[in-house]
């Protein structure tokens, strides 16, 4: 919740966060009153509005308070107390609800014609008449016709389905869908979902039943993963898994520790109002009452307008920050929906309009293994081909060993795949109930598949590396294209296929050759014309003239990236300054930590990389060199740091990068010259030890406080912080 502080307006004899905890009664419910309002508020901001006006910090203050106030005053708690929403006793199973207004089901549609055909059966059963227009006619025609139906348009959310049954405002019942017809109550794990209000704001109805999908955020979802692996737990397969899986826990504290939210979208039951007029008039209502309301929807007119949505929508989908499987389209005037009624249970009104499934299941055929540009090991399984995210895939990662065991993922299995976007298909989780007899583990071969070398795993390491270097032919063209790429030298025309056949055939073998070829040797490749060749040639010929970023990066030089390449080439100005740097020296680099540090250190101590480089140099290879650049040193740098338990919100790893970025040194047992140590939930003998002799130690907020102010201090001129020793 972090964002601007407004300054929370205590009431008038109150100060915030003043009272003594021995005020008298009546004061203290006033406080507890307006803390539970603020909280409510903050949530309200946060949840419906999207515009958070706190800090995490200052919220877990107030709430903190509150919970204090209510130990001491049993009598003031009530169950819409926001401190209400950890989760009670776990349950044995959940009771059954039937709901007293069905929960439908909609009609899909796949295609343009399904829409068309939607609308036109709308129109008609509305008494209007829809132009009977073809798809392609439709972007066409600049004007809607009067006639045209209206439409609210929505997402259809990838989660789970829920009525939440408001009794004179008050969360009284939460019940999953169930068969439509039954649900389970869900109540005790629903109320701690925050995005949920436990009262309505404003006059609510004397019922209200709120339809809509709980549902993880992509962002969550990776946080609540990487603290389930980090805690040794079972990761969830995708979001839409993971909030299935917290919804259906016994015991709500687990719910509670989950990152649920929700989006209302319709209506029940409905006692004591009148119902809304219109779809986009309720979704509205829902957001004054308080309730969470997903912002990207739009009311259009007729199928032109609801297949614009459908593709606004799916450019975007892969950017949006949850996800969807289709759009909604609802007939807007509830009047008219009433006169379209329902066919067999699912409203004649409204259509689920489906993208491409993002997953499918499919057969690994074959696990084989791949060597990148570094020597990494990836594994990758050969799948049966199925169309998954719009394209036919018959390839997915399996990233390493790890992860193929971690995801059990046998030869023969059948398995989940995804595809989202552009990224690289891969194997979410395998389907065990469907492994057949003989299924094979995979085993990590102990020679390279490419030059035989042998493959070594380090300790601590999660990929295996071929130790042939450049004696192996794939590191070699891997490396040739990475050197080649728009990013780095930019020379068109050097593609896969290419730098195949001259590497096999042994015409180059470092990136230092490009420089030696002639037309004749190129056009006598294999499906390479003269003019081809003069092409290729001519780009090589203009790559001679670069910048040093761009040449830093071309090395491919392990874990220096794009934006460490320009680092690198803003601090040192000069190739020779950085290839005469030391480790130390290389930690001064913005942004390059240890691990970053060594690898270029590494990379330049090799004779063979440096023979390279010069020969690129005198193959005429240039670029304009600066002056290198003054920096103070780093802010933390010379304090050691220990981290220790699970931190609330950031990995070990996270929260590593971000104290050695500045300048610290994060070490991995505490000793006297430590001087911090970081300790989260479930930290063990490193924080007693680190109490035993003294050390400071924070948590995740504390570390967070100090390196905010540290980036403060560097800003104004790099006093040491007060609490940095
Ligand atoms: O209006 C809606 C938006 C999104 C929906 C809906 C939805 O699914 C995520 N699902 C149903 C079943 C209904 N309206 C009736």
């Not at 107030?62 to 209400?84: I, R």
């Amino acid at each position: 919740m972090t964002a601007k502080i407004q300054g929370a307006q205590a009431p008038a004899s109150a100060p915030a966060g003043a009272l003594p905890a021995t005020a008298a009664p009546a004061a203290t419910a006033a406080r507890v009153q307006w803390l539970r309002d603020e909280l409510e508020r903050h949530n309200y901001q946060y949840y419906v509005l999207d515009a958070p006006t706190i800090p995490d910090a200052e919220y877990d203050a107030l709430f903190g308070e509150l919970q204090a106030l209510e130990t001491e005053h049993p009598d003031l708690l009530t169950d819409e107390s926001p401190t209400q929403r950890v989760g009670g006793a776990p349950l044995s199973a959940f009771d059954t609800v039937r709901h007293r207004v069905p929960m439908l089901s909609l009609n899909n549609g796949f295609d343009d014609e399904d829409v068309i055909g939607f609308d036109r059966r709308c129109a008609q059963g509305l008494g209007r008449t829809a132009a009977a227009a073809p798809a392609e006619d439709l972007f066409s025609a600049a004007e809607v016709a009067d006639s045209a139906v209206e439409y609210a348009c929505e997402l259809k959310f990838d989660g789970l389905a829920m009525s939440l049954r408001y009794e004179d405002g008050k969360l009284v019942q939460a019940a999953t869908r169930g068969d439509g017809e039954t649900g389970e109550d869900v109540t005790v794990n629903v109320r701690t979902i925050k995005a949920i209000p436990l009262k309505l704001r404003g006059k609510a109805p004397a019922v209200l039943e709120v339809r809509g999908e709980v549902f993880m955020y992509r962002a969550e979802f990776d946080k609540l993963n990487e603290r389930q692996a980090e805690a040794g737990e079972k990761t969830f397969v995708n979001p839409r898994n993971a909030a299935a899986g917290s919804l259906r826990q016994l015991d709500p504290r687990i719910t509670a520790r989950r990152p649920l939210s929700f989006f209302a979208y319709g209506i029940g039951e409905l006692q004591g109002a009148e119902r809304p007029p219109t779809h986009s008039v309720m979704l509205d209502g829902f957001a004054t009452l308080g309730l969470p309301v997903c912002g990207e929807r739009q009311v259009v007119k007729g199928a032109q307008g609801l297949l614009s949505f459908y593709r606004e929508i799916g450019a975007r989908r892969d950017q949006l920050p949850y996800d969807i499987d289709g759009v909604v389209y609802k007939v807007n005037a509830v009047p008219e929906q009433e006169q379209l009624g329902f066919v067999s249970r699912a409203p004649r009104f409204a259509l689920a309009h489906k993208f491409p499934a993002q997953e499918m299941t499919t057969v690994v055929e074959d696990i084989e293994v791949q060597v990148g540009r570094t020597g990494a090991i990836t594994p990758v399984a050969r799948l049966a081909p199925v169309f998954v995210g719009g394209v036919t895939v018959t390839n997915a990662t399996l990233h390493n060993e790890d992860e193929i065991r971690r995801k059990d993922v046998h030869v023969g299995d059948t398995v989940i795949v995804r595809r989202a976007g552009d990224v690289i298909p891969e194997v979410v989780a395998v389907v065990l109930e469907r492994r057949p007899e003989g299924a094979r583990a995979f085993v990590m071969p102990t020679a390279c598949p490419v030059c035989g070398s042998h493959i070594e795993r380090l300790e601590g390491e999660a990929i295996a590396r071929c130790t042939g270097g450049l004696i192996c032919a794939a590191q070699r063209k891997q490396a040739l294209l990475h050197f080649a790429q728009r990013r780095a030298m930019d020379i068109e025309g050097l593609g896969d296929k290419v730098v195949e056949q001259l590497v096999d055939q042994g015409i180059v073998h470092t990136p230092a050759d490009l420089y030696k070829l002639g037309v004749a040797k190129l056009a006598a490749l294999d499906r390479m014309a003269d003019k081809s060749a003069t092409n290729l040639l001519a780009a090589i010929e203009a790559s001679r003239e670069t910048t040093m970023n761009r040449f830093i990066f071309a090395l491919g030089i392990r874990h220096v990236g794009e934006a460490t390449a320009k680092d690198l080439a803003k601090h040192f100005g000069k190739l020779d300054n950085l290839m005469a740097a030391d480790e130390a020296a290389l930690l001064e680099v913005n942004d390059v930590g240890p691990v970053v540090a060594q690898s270029i250190a590494g990379f330049l101590a090799e004779p063979h990389n440096v023979e390279v480089i010069e020969q690129l140099r005198a193959a005429g290879v240039h670029w304009p060199e600066t002056e290198p650049m003054a920096r103070a040193p780093l802010p933390l740098a010379g304090k050691t740091f220990v981290l220790t338990g699970t931190l609330p919100t950031m990995s070990r790893e996270d929260a590593k990068e971000r104290l050695e970025a500045a300048g610290a040194k994060v070490a991995g047992s505490v000793s006297k010259k430590t001087d911090y140590v970081v300790a989260g939930a479930e930290a063990g003998s490193k924080l007693e030890r680190a109490q035993a002799l003294g050390v400071p130690v924070l948590d995740e907020d504390g570390m967070l406080a100090l390196l905010a102010e540290v980036a403060q201090m560097e800003q104004q001129g790099g006093a040491e912080p007060e609490n940095a020793q």
